[in-house]
């Protein structure tokens, strides 16, 4: 399993960097976990997005979800045929041409939030684009604790702690295990989600622990999460800076806590998830490497 992460700022956009967007890549699906602002034009940088095998939205905050428009629109202009550029009306999944909707799993009322979404920049000219959460998208809502199953890839849902629902999302297959959190507080919920993992890719928004109702993660928080569930390696995301300084005391923080290895994630970066009894399914990666970058 190979995990790009392709944004990790927390809250908004900043640096350059995109909100909350991680690809996971096994031999058997390519699977999208949240959508934030910058998202669809990182994802495109590094994969069709045709080519995924499903969109996994961990909770409803604008910047874990806001690029799902855009990525909604562009498969819905791959999946319209006309002469000379023109656009005619869309395939609804007849023939060749028309590829299958992508699935798209959003906690409860996430397919009204995202109509929502949808007309508020409505295209007159063009209002079969209205319908990319219809079309292009399988929208599934999901509840806590739901599971399935995406190519080899098994996908299951954590409960946690924020300020609307949030799942934590383990994503679990033979060439390895990761889990992330979405965004969360310190809750129980966190041990299964994250037990045994290979990777455990970890919000880390705060200096120190939040002790109101909003729910995130402090560096140290997150290594000892990671300690008392046995993950093997720890990634920090959702930073709110990208200051070394400010990047290197969250990953301290967390070494501080946890005896396994403390990365941080970036745009970009590519880490190597895998399975210890697994060879690197990575084309020209030396095996003694575990994690790339």
Sequence with gaps: MRLTVLGCRGG?????????????????????????PGAATAL?????????????????????????????????????????GVPKEVVDGAGAEADPPIPLYVPEGGRALLDQLIRVFPIPTLPILERAFEVAFDTREYRPNDSFVVGDCEVSLHPLRHAIPNCGIRVESEAGTLAYTGDTGMTDGLLPLARDVNVFLAEATRATTDNGAHGHLSATEAGRAAAEAGAD?????????????????????AQSVYGGRVLTAEPGAVFDVRAPENPSTVPGEDPADSILT
């Design 12 to 36: 908004v956009p900043s640096e350059g960097h995109p909100s909350s967007s991680y690809l996971t890549t096994t031999p058997g699906a390519h699977i999208l976990l949240d959508c934030g």
């Design 44 to 84: 495109g940088a590094v994969l069709r997005p045709r080519q995924l095998g499903a969109v996994v939205i961990s909770h409803l905050h604008l910047d874990h979800c806001y690029d799902l428009l855009p990525i909604g629109r562009l498969l819905m202009a791959l999946r319209m045929r006309g002469d000379h």
């Design 233 to 253: 390696t720890l990634i920090l995301t959702h930073l709110v800076s990208a200051a070394p300084s400010w990047v290197d005391a969250q990953r301290e923080a």
